[in-house]
Nanobody, 115 residues
């Protein structure tokens, strides 16, 4: 079992930046892939970025060049630096972690980008 707690969401104007953090606790030695999903109102949840324990990353096409995912294994924390935010980035952002083949999500943090 792993617990994930996100922080760092908020309201920002278009073009601004936010940095999300996700702290993991519990069976952290077994955590594999970590990442961030998001869900906007009326839309399906989508994967925004992922990072392996060794640091390999993937990104949603629409955030490439604007978002950066990173991971501090010593602190059991994953980050999402979001720059040049756009109104279409408005969503609830969820931290996700793979543990022994099962996906676990945090409670989510709201990101709102005003135009």
């Amino acid at each position: 079992q792993v617990q994930l707690v996100e922080s760092g969401g908020g309201l920002v104007q278009a073009g601004g930046s936010l940095k999300l953090s996700c702290a993991a606790s519990g069976s952290i030695s077994s955590i594999g892939l970590m990442g961030w999903d998001r869900q906007a109102p009326g839309k399906q949840r989508e994967s925004v970025a992922t990072i392996t324990p060794s640091g390999l990353t993937t990104y949603l096409d629409s955030v490439v060049g604007r978002f950066t995912i990173s991971r501090d294994n010593a602190k059991n924390t994953v980050y999402l630096q979001m720059n040049n935010l756009k109104p279409e980035d408005t969503a609830i952002y969820y931290c996700v972690a793979s543990l022994l083949g099962n996906l676990n999500w945090g409670q989510g943090t709201q990101v709102t980008v005003s135009s």
